[in-house]
């Protein structure tokens, strides 16, 4: 039930309406109830029992078992013709001249046969289908001493350098695969990584060079290295110009349907390092040109993108002296189910940062009362970094609603999992700043007092705050709040702003 349940959530409703007309023309009796079946699971949350009972009378049935399996054959099959008219369709056109070609070729009618390869290389080429081209190329080898016009030597110059591009394309793969791979165990595991070496190592040991003649899929794989790189040592700023050198190698090309989906998720690394870096406008820039990617193509990758488009947009909002549009944008969003629970708890600790910016506690507690899983749940779903984030926002929660035996006990048990960690990855002002939160709460009275307003400003390793990153100066900004007794938002505006 969960798979099927799954899959029906990824269709738009567009596909909903294709789909049931695609089971209308499949069912040879009037009596099949797999339409009826898809529109239950589609438009509600109700338990197998439940339908079973209205579809068959009984709550547990052989037949209601057997058709839910005959539904979920049909999503796959319809998902996978859909994918073929959609996505594949220029694949296919090829591959059909391909074997066309061939038919001819096996004819003695090589004229003909080499025109359509001739048609099926241009549009391989025009679309960096490198395994498709090494076909083409193949063929028109293997036949070549039957044809005179061939040249067979720039032909094999041409292979060669396809697989070349092949290739690269095979080693940025497994590199990206390797870095995933190091990020899981960093995020997800806590596990403590050398990255930056780690990324310089394996990018020579793939003889990896970052040159115009790279395709949309692998540009998108180096720059989601590079970021990948960024969210681990909170270090956007160094990525900042090699992202937008890249992005400018990108623009030089032409502008392929194809590859739309690496297209998109290129935008949106550079809107989120623009953000990371402080630049709100140009971010949200390359926001509006990411949403015009997303209607391409009748909005086909419109779902799978809009959770990560509203993230990055409400953040640039939020941090541009416009708090209530930025919560009204999350809001207008996190009311309905999505696949992409990691962005969506994104999302849901956004808002409770602008909530409790905004000094509207209450509001901040009805959210971070729904984040109830355990620490381990969350790890496993959204990250450490993540965790460690909400861990903290929720410790100043308790401290504002004065809830002593929540903060005395979480704060407690915060330092008993995280400390260590926290150490080991050099962010040991977390640490600082907890402590300096866990002084003020005690004795509030010393936060007016200079030597305490001294003893913060020396206390913290500080880079410049075009380098600091900018949830670190959130935090810090709601202990500078306390020494001046000022407005939390605006003082984490002037902070950004200095």
């Not at 797999?34 to 949350?45: D, E, G, Y």
């Amino acid at each position: 039930m969960i798979e099927i349940k799954s899959i029906i959530n990824t269709l738009s409703t567009e596909d909903h309406n294709k789909f049931v007309n695609y089971l209308q023309q499949k069912n040879k009796r009037k009596d099949t109830k797999n339409i009826q079946l898809f529109k239950s699971l589609a438009n509600s949350n109700e338990d197998s029992k439940v339908i079973c009972k209205r579809l068959y009378g009984v709550e547990k049935s052989n037949a209601y078992h057997a058709l839910r399996k005959r539904l979920f054959q049909s999503l796959i099959d319809f998902t996978a013709n859909k994918n073929l008219e959609d996505e594949n369709s220029l694949d296919m056109q090829i591959v059909k001249y391909i074997l066309a070609s061939r038919t001819f070729l096996l004819q003695n009618k090589f004229s003909i046969a080499y025109k359509i390869l001739d048609k099926a290389e241009r549009l391989a080429d025009e679309h960096f289908l490198f395994p498709i081209l090494n076909e083409i190329y193949h063929t028109k080898i293997q036949y070549a001493s039957n044809h005179s016009k061939i040249d067979l030597d720039a032909l094999i110059l041409k292979q060669k350098e396809n697989q070349k591009k092949h290739q690269l394309e095979d080693r940025l793969n497994i590199v990206y695969a390797k870095l995933k791979a190091m990020l899981n165990e960093v995020s997800y595991q806590g596990n403590v990584i050398d990255f930056e070496s780690e990324l310089g190592r394996l990018l020579k040991a793939h003889h990896i060079e970052i040159n115009s003649s790279l395709s949309f899929k692998s540009l998108y794989q180096i720059l989601a290295i590079a970021n990948i790189s960024a969210l681990v040592t909170k270090k956007y700023y160094t990525i900042e110009s090699f992202v937008m050198n890249s992005y400018d190698l990108l623009k030089q090309k032409k502008e392929t349907d194809k590859q739309l989906f690496y297209q998109i998720e290129i935008v949106y690394i550079i809107a989120n390092t623009l953000f990371r870096n402080k630049k709100f406008e140009a971010s949200l820039h390359y926001i509006k040109e990411m949403e015009q990617l997303m209607l391409l193509k009748k909005s086909t990758y419109h779902k799978a993108f809009k959770l990560k488009k509203t993230l990055v947009e409400a953040l640039n909002l939020n941090y541009s002296n416009n708090q209530d549009k930025a919560i009204t944008l999350i809001e207008s969003i996190t009311t309905t189910k999505h696949n992409d629970s990691e962005t969506l708890l994104d999302l849901r600790l956004s808002c409770f940062m602008f909530y409790f910016q905004k000094e509207d506690f209450v509001k901040a507690k009805s959210i971070s009362a729904k984040l109830h899983h355990t620490d381990q749940w969350y790890i496993e779903k959204a990250g450490i970094d993540w965790v460690i984030k909400k861990n903290v926002a929720e410790l100043l929660l308790y401290i504002e609603l004065q809830e002593d035996e929540l903060f005395n006990s979480r704060l407690k048990g915060f330092r008993r999992r995280y400390t260590k960690y926290l150490k080991d990855i050099g962010q040991t002002r977390i640490l600082t700043f907890l402590k300096f939160a866990e002084l003020y709460y005690l004795k509030p009275e010393r936060i007016a007092k200079d030597a305490f307003k001294n003893e913060l400003e020396t206390a913290f390793e500080w880079v410049t705050i075009r380098e600091e990153d900018i949830f670190v100066i959130s935090f810090y900004a709601w202990l500078k709040n306390k020494t001046e007794h000022g407005n939390l938002y605006q003082t984490t505006l002037q902070l950004i702003e200095s």
